[in-house]
């Protein structure tokens, strides 16, 4: 018997998925701002094209969006703090985190384990969700270090078993 597609158990089953979580930050007069994102993804190599989803109900996008560009910083192993800043609505989320300008001026996290500098080539509507498809236009990886990874609603390191899941929604 086949069961609906609810949006818990759309959520249950997705869980089951690694993402690698990024920090989406760009400079504006009033300062930096960033909003974490869990479905960074590449696009194209020639162009080079990254994308990534964006929740409707982000406040901090329609801050990021009319600039044009950003940074994407992939978040290493020990940044989960900084995950849990920048996932939060509202505040300053760079309060206590280390950054420089990228090459066209968003701001690198000092930590990040790579990032890409983008400017926005398009804008899709998606569901409850914005796909944003980026230009890249520089980028740059840390000589060492392992991705932040969300899996099983938890944050993970590569190489840490998972949490023992019971029951089916």
């Not at 069961?3 to 989406?24: A, K, L």
């Not at 009033?30 to 109900?57: D, E, R």
Request: a negative charge.
């Amino acid at each position: 018997m086949q069961q609906d597609v609810t949006p818990d158990r759309f959520r249950h089953v997705m869980r089951h998925i690694p993402t690698g979580v990024v920090v989406v930050a760009a400079a504006t007069e009033n300062g930096p701002v960033g909003l974490a994102v869990g479905s960074f993804v590449s696009v194209s190599l020639t162009p080079p094209l990254v994308g990534f989803f964006v929740a409707h109900a982000s406040t901090t996008w329609p801050v990021i969006e009319p600039l044009g560009r950003f940074t994407i910083n992939v978040l290493g192993e020990d940044d989960e703090a900084t995950c849990r800043a920048f996932a939060t609505s509202g505040g300053n989320k760079f309060a206590g985190v280390t950054w420089h300008p990228s090459p066209m001026g968003s701001p690198v996290l000092d930590t990040a384990l790579a990032w890409f500098d983008c400017t926005a080539h398009s804008v899709t509507d998606a569901g409850d969700h914005r796909f944003v498809l980026a230009d890249v236009h520089d980028l740059s990886v840390r000589s060492a270090g392992r991705p932040l990874v969300f899996c099983h609603g938890t944050y993970q390191r590569l190489g840490d078993r998972p949490p023992v899941q019971h029951g089916r929604v």
